[in-house]
């Protein structure tokens, strides 16, 4: 069963372009709704322990290095069917395939630096969502 919350980071590369605004309006057209949100900035430490499942991967490092390099903002978007339809508001993770619209292929530079995070799955929305949120800090 589909939940009605996902996670989602505006990466370092948005951040640093002023797209934050921009992004978060869309979301809201989108129908989401914010129920968390927190503007940091992340050590390498915890870039790493965020993406930990990639670890094993030829481009973690530089991951890690990436999500390190400036502000974030870090959100949990409510709405029914969440991580699908978030997915579909983000686009492919290369912006040159995400379908005009989308918040990649406006935003994204290249597949490294594609704007924004969305989560995968429903299990990993809530694992992702209570890495940077205490209970007391979602509404």
Same mark, same amino acid.
């Given at each position: 069963?589909?939940?009605?919350?996902?996670?989602?980071?505006?990466?370092?590369?948005?951040?640093?372009?002023?797209?934050?605004?921009?992004?978060?309006? *869309?979301?809201? $057209?989108?129908?989401?709704?914010?129920?968390?949100? %927190? +503007?940091? @900035?992340?050590?390498?430490?915890? &870039?790493?322990?965020?993406?930990?499942?990639?670890?094993?991967?030829?481009?973690?490092?530089?991951?890690?290095?990436?999500?390190?390099?400036?502000?974030?903002?870090?959100?949990?978007?409510?709405?029914?069917?969440?991580?699908?339809?978030?997915?579909?508001?983000?686009?492919?993770? *290369?912006?040159? $395939?995400?379908?005009?619209?989308?918040?990649?292929? %406006? +935003?994204? @530079?290249?597949?490294?630096?594609? &704007?924004?995070?969305?989560?995968?799955?429903?299990?990993?929305?809530?694992?992702?969502?209570?890495?940077?949120?205490?209970?007391?800090?979602?509404?």
């Amino acid at each position: 069963m589909a939940t009605n919350r996902t996670f989602t980071m505006i990466k370092p590369d948005a951040v640093a372009n002023g797209h934050v605004g921009a992004i978060l309006d *869309d979301m809201i $057209k989108g129908g989401f709704k914010i129920v968390a949100m %927190k +503007y940091t @900035k992340l050590s390498p430490e915890m &870039a790493g322990k965020f993406y930990a499942v990639h670890k094993e991967r030829g481009f973690f490092g530089e991951l890690v290095e990436f999500m390190s390099s400036g502000p974030i903002v870090a959100a949990i978007l409510e709405k029914d069917n969440a991580v699908e339809d978030f997915r579909k508001l983000i686009g492919a993770t *290369d912006p040159a $395939k995400a379908e005009p619209g989308t918040i990649r292929n %406006k +935003y994204a @530079k290249s597949i490294d630096a594609n &704007a924004v995070h969305g989560s995968d799955s429903d299990e990993n929305a809530a694992i992702e969502g209570s890495f940077y949120f205490t209970a007391f800090e979602q509404f």
